[in-house]
């Protein structure tokens, strides 16, 4: 009887998101809503299931868990890319592996309510309102500042053209690649790394998470900021010196910052950003709906689905 192993569903949200009960019969999913990251633990616990299901970057795969797993036939993970997985190892071992589509524009709107919460002071007002009170706090107006896109790949030109449409705002972009004609078809201007953060009223990261771009916002970019500026995060957290943005935060030397990802995810309850009051925090959420969840686990059902009649789908091979 396959056993399928569903990881990190925090929301407790897996099993109502797909029809698990069109697969096959004898196929039992089975939800873990913790994450566990240590080794021994991981192992423990899926050694005698034939499937995984992953939800991406959550609980790290490398080959040394791999090794470990010899009932494991196929690993599924959210979207076509997980940099926690060592996709090479698994298929060493002959487990198949695939993925599923991922939305175009989750992770774009949440940059934009998290932009408009800090701008606003939505969380702060919201609570002092519940606690019984009134105004304490001003905003600032988004239209005609400057947006700053550290990126301007998919996600990075969907939130400068929802800054230029909605509120007027001009944007500057920068990353290491970036070029003159890109920023043109965005209606962006190229600048420098240092101009960016210099001028960009707020701060926006959009990229991905490699070797060259870990650190790639430090202390010098964050000195350079306006005192008025907000950053926002909804990339990757080890993109951003996470020292440094507490150390800045916290001295006031800009006015907020947004973040949706941490180095070390779920962020610790005792994290001493979580005590900042300059500071909106959010667990990681930017991909996470319910439009997005039942695409995710639908095409996990359907991805079981096809592998159990020995024509997989949607297979992870590079």
Same mark, same amino acid.
């Given at each position: 009887? =396959? ?9 407790? *949200? ?14 039992? =999913? ?5 994450? /566990? ?24 795969? &490398? ?6 797993? &010899?009932?494991?036939? /196929? ?18 071992? %002959? ?8 939305? !175009? ?17 939505? =969380? ?13 706090? @001003?905003?600032?107006?988004?239209? !005609? ?12 030109? *969907?939130?400068?053209?929802? %800054?230029?449409?909605?509120?007027? @705002? ?37 990229? /991905? ?8 916002? %430090? ?7 306006? &005192? ?37 995810? &779920? /962020?610790? *309850? ?27 686990? !639908? ?10 009649? %020995?024509? =997989? ?6």
């Amino acid at each position: 009887m =396959p056993k399928i192993a569903i990881l990190d569903d925090y929301a407790d *949200a897996a099993l109502d998101m797909a029809d698990w009960g069109s697969l096959p019969a004898g196929f039992e =999913p089975v939800v873990f809503n913790d994450n /566990l990251v240590e080794h021994d633990a991981l192992v423990d616990r899926l050694k005698d299931f034939e499937v995984v299901c992953a939800m991406r970057e959550r609980t790290p795969f &490398p080959a040394a868990v791999f090794e470990r797993l &010899p009932n494991l036939k /196929l690993f599924i993970t959210s979207g076509m890319r997980n940099k926690s997985v060592d996709f090479a190892a698994a298929r060493k071992r %002959g487990v198949v592996c695939c993925g599923t589509e991922t939305s !175009g524009t989750t992770t774009t709107e949440h940059t934009w309510a998290l932009i408009l919460a800090t701008a606003r002071h939505v =969380p702060h007002d919201h609570m002092v309102m519940r606690q019984g009170g009134w105004q304490t706090r @001003m905003g600032f107006d988004l239209a !005609g500042k400057t947006l700053g896109c550290v990126g301007l790949g998919r996600l990075g030109s *969907a939130v400068a053209k929802i %800054g230029a449409s909605a509120f007027g @705002m001009k944007t500057v972009a920068w990353s290491q690649n970036l070029t003159a004609e890109r920023c043109a078809e965005v209606g962006a201007e190229l600048v420098s790394k240092q101009e960016l953060f210099e001028r960009a009223d707020v701060v926006t990261i959009h990229l /991905l998470l490699s070797d060259r771009t870990t650190g790639l916002v %430090g202390a010098e970019d964050l000195a350079r900021m306006k &005192p008025g500026a907000i950053l926002v995060n909804t990339s990757r957290g080890p993109i951003v010196d996470e020292t440094a943005l507490y150390q800045t935060l916290k001295a006031g030397k800009i006015r907020a910052a947004a973040i949706d990802v941490f180095s070390e995810e &779920p /962020l610790p *309850a005792d994290a001493a950003i979580r005590g900042l009051d300059n500071v909106v925090l959010t667990p990681h959420i930017g991909y996470v709906t319910e439009d997005t969840y039942r695409l995710f686990y !639908g095409q996990m059902v359907e991805d079981i689905a096809a592998w159990a009649k %020995g024509s =997989p789908i949607r297979t992870i091979d590079a």
